[in-house]
Structure formats: C-alpha cells, structure tokens
C-alpha cells in the first residue's frame, strides 16, 4: 500500500497528491509518469510524476476529476493508501544542449510542463514558460511557476486575468519580435500541440511534444498507447511519453484518443450511480 501523505485542491476540477513511494522517488526524473490503481478491484491509469522529493521519498501527481477512477482517487485523502503506485516509467526527458527554452502548458499540461520548466531552470537554461488556462480560476501553480522559470505568461481563454488569448498567440508574438529558443516543450491538448509544432516548424525550432495516451500496462505489451512518429508505430509508454513533435501524427493520435469515449462515459455514470444508490 501507498500512504496519501498530502491532498490538495488546486482548483475546482483538479487535485494534488503526494504520495510515499520511496523507491519511485529514487529513481523518478522529469518527463516520466506512474501507474496506480486506487483499490485493489480499480482500473491502471497513468499519471505523469509532477515532482518529487527524493529525502521524503515521495511522489507528486496532479489529476483532473474527468473519469470514473480520478473520481474515485479524489474521494482518498491524506492518511488513505492506494493500492498500486508503479513506476517511474517511459523515458526521462533529455536536456542537453538546452540553454534557453520555451516551456508551453495548456490546462492540465501546466502540472507536465512544471517539471520540465524547473528542471531546465535548474541546470542553468533560461526558460520562458507560457501557460494557458480557459479562465482565471483555474489557473494552478502560479507561485511554483514563476519559480521555474525566467519569465511567466499566463493566457485565459476569456481573458479573465486580463490576458486573453492562447498560448500560441503568446508564442506567436516571441518569435516575431525575433526571439530564438534551442528548444520548445509543449503539453497539454493534441490540437494545442499541433498549433505549437505547426508554428515552430518555419523556424527550425526542435519541438518536443508529451503524448500522454490510453495506456494499461506501461511496457509495451498491451499496444494501447501506439501512435504513429515519422511514419512508423511507437508506444508512448516505453519510447515516450516525449517526441518530436514534428515527426507526431496528431490527426491519428486524436481518432485513438476517442475512441473509448461512450465507455468512458458509462463508466462516469455507473461511478455516479453507486455513490447516489441510484439504479438506472
């Protein structure tokens, strides 16, 4: 078992957990995830490490309450256990020759790209990290954010923190006024990721992209988590999660993205079911 040792609410759709699992954080590097059950009868579901504390021997995750099981795990809290805390997994995040980067995180990618972002701010890179929101209440991180990096630009989709717009308008506007980067993270949506690859490629900008796809067992075996990268088959979970981005077939990787969309959906309202007692 593996003690809940923190829960926090970071907004009203996502949750921070720290989690003891001392061997995880041993071993944990930016760009790697976990698998966890919350009970031992639940489902495997991936969640990226978005810290961790390798003295406490613990490991940070940060999930949005969208399915039956991150239902279920925001239902634990401090002093509970989850059945299963597996990892880390996928490939680490590679940095070298990074000496200014734009960081870019859209919604729930905020939590991927901190990582990121504070691990090149570690080694010396200067980091600009841009992140988008769809309003201001859901903006999480802010203080760790400005920690991580050189210069913060936090975009709302309605313009509720006084700067409306995406992220790519943001990116948009460094590369007109001639800013250079050795390297440009994106997370966060499919269609956000292609946007940021698509104007990055005139530059000649390296591009890496997070695919976090359908994945169950984390080594390959099952084929879940297959997309395909300069035309040929790759696992997220053991050639990834990172890519070039400009090599990533988004349009194919977003058709298997929905293509369990009603299960999950009834699996959402069964969950809703047994909690109300309500039989449909």
Same mark, same amino acid.
């Given at each position: ?5 923190? $829960? ?19 071993? +944990? ?12 009868? !639940? =489902?495997?579901?991936?969640? &990226?490490?978005? @810290?961790?504390?390798?003295? $406490?021997?613990? #490991? &940070?995750?940060?999930?949005? /309450? ?9 239902? /634990? ?6 059945? @299963?805390? #597996? ?30 972002? /504070?691990?090149?701010? +570690? ?11 769809? $309003? ?7 203080? =760790?954010?400005?920690?991580?990096? @050189? =210069? ?10 006084? *700067? ?17 980067? @050795? ?12 946007? #940021? ?6 530059? !000649?900008?390296?591009?890496? #992209? ?9 080594? !390959? ?43 999950? +959906?009834?699996?959402?309202?069964? *969950?809703?079911? *047994?909690?109300?007692? =309500?039989?449909?």
């Amino acid at each position: 078992m593996y003690p809940i040792v923190k $829960k926090q609410v970071l907004n009203e759709e996502v949750s921070l957990m720290e989690v003891r699992a001392p061997l995880a954080a041993r071993h +944990a590097r930016p760009g790697q995830f976990i698998i966890l059950r919350v009970d031992e009868n !639940g =489902e495997r579901i991936p969640l &990226t490490i978005a @810290d961790f504390d390798r003295e $406490k021997g613990t #490991v &940070t995750v940060i999930f949005q /309450k969208v399915g039956a099981t991150t239902k279920l795990l925001d239902q /634990k809290n401090e002093g509970d256990s989850l059945a @299963d805390f #597996v990892g880390p997994l996928g490939r680490a995040s590679e940095f070298d020759g990074v000496h200014r980067a734009a960081v870019i995180g859209g919604g729930l990618g905020v939590a991927i790209a901190y990582p990121q972002a /504070k691990a090149l701010k +570690a080694l010396g890179a200067r980091v600009d990290l841009i992140v988008g929101f769809r $309003k201001e209440s859901l903006i999480l991180l802010e203080d =760790e954010l400005k920690a991580a990096s @050189d =210069e913060l630009t936090i975009m709302t989709d309605d313009g509720s923190n006084g *700067h409306k717009g995406f992220v790519t308008d943001a990116l948009r506007e460094r590369l007109s006024a001639g800013k250079t980067y @050795d390297e440009v993270i994106a997370i966060g949506p499919i269609p956000m990721m292609k946007a #940021v690859c698509e104007m990055t490629r005139p530059y !000649g900008i390296k591009t890496i #992209v997070s695919m976090n796809s359908v994945m169950i067992d984390g080594t !390959g075996m099952c084929g879940c988590c297959r997309l395909t990268v300069n035309g040929e088959t790759r696992f997220a979970c053991v050639d990834g999660p990172e890519f070039d981005g400009h090599q990533v077939d988004f349009d194919g990787a977003a058709r298997r993205g929905r293509m369990y969309r009603a299960e999950e +959906a009834l699996a959402v309202e069964t *969950h809703i079911c *047994h909690l109300t007692g =309500e039989v449909r």
